[in-house]
């Protein structure tokens, strides 16, 4: 297996707000659904970039990586990472929290 | 004998921490644990199974990394560290292990961490070449990296063109 390099920690990730909405269905039980609103609101998340493959890329990635907070977890080639990031990370900003290995 | 670790007072500003992940090198993690206890443990493992060599990275107070040098499957690095937690007794190391099962790799941190700083090799026995060897060359590829960064944060990115919604 590949030696890889690993970026984690705790981050502040911008999600949408989800408002709750009742329908009557046909047969007559009112269910609860969750819809996306256009709000966004700010919530701590934890997450972890994996990157595995030269150094250039590596350098690269992990400087990105500063800048977009990982979807999950995230194990992906560092390549992979610079020519799609939008598909890893999201908006965000990382923050001091005690974060285990 | 402990050397004196010096330089500790640097300090990474960013507040995510950069590890390095693998799973053919045994890597232990020791927690609260003086450092005669973590070499004793390191000396016995070394020997039990055959590891040839091994390195102690001292992360913090108490705090102590343990890197060795034979190469290992996945299976017999879990078989390795479980043995180590199981008869030390230690539960920080214990739950350091189940992390790194279900991760499926471990990883040992090598840029600073809140108040603590980069971990700094402290102690050094047998054999250096083949994991042990891996090991300081991605820690190099990284300090790099750790030392590149702060440069670019200062500098003025246009967050917009990095950050694609």
Redesign the interface.
Known sequence: ???????????MAKVPVKQRYWKRRRDGIRQRYWKKTTRMKSVEKRGRY?FHGK?KH??RA???????MPKG?VDVSAKEFLEH??RYG??G????R???? | MVLKVHGLTEKWN???????????TVKL?FDNTPFKAVRYWALRTMKWFKLEGFIILKSSKDNYHVVFDRKVS?AENMRIVAWVSLLSHNGMLE??FV?QCI?R?S???MSS??DKPSPRIVFRYGDQDNQIN?FLK?RK??R??IK??PR??ESS?D?SE????
């Open positions: 297996m590949t030696k890889k390099i690993a970026v984690y920690g705790t981050f994996e150094g590596l350098y992990v400087v990105k990586a500063h800048q977009l977890f990031p939008e999201s908006e900003s990382w923050i001091d005690k974060v285990e290995s | 960013l507040k995510s921490v950069i590890g390095y992940t693998d799973t053919e993690d996945w739950k350091w992390m991760k790799g990883t040992l941190r961490k809140e891996d991605y590829i990284i790099n990296i590149k960064l670019i944060s990115i967050r990095l950050i694609v919604a």
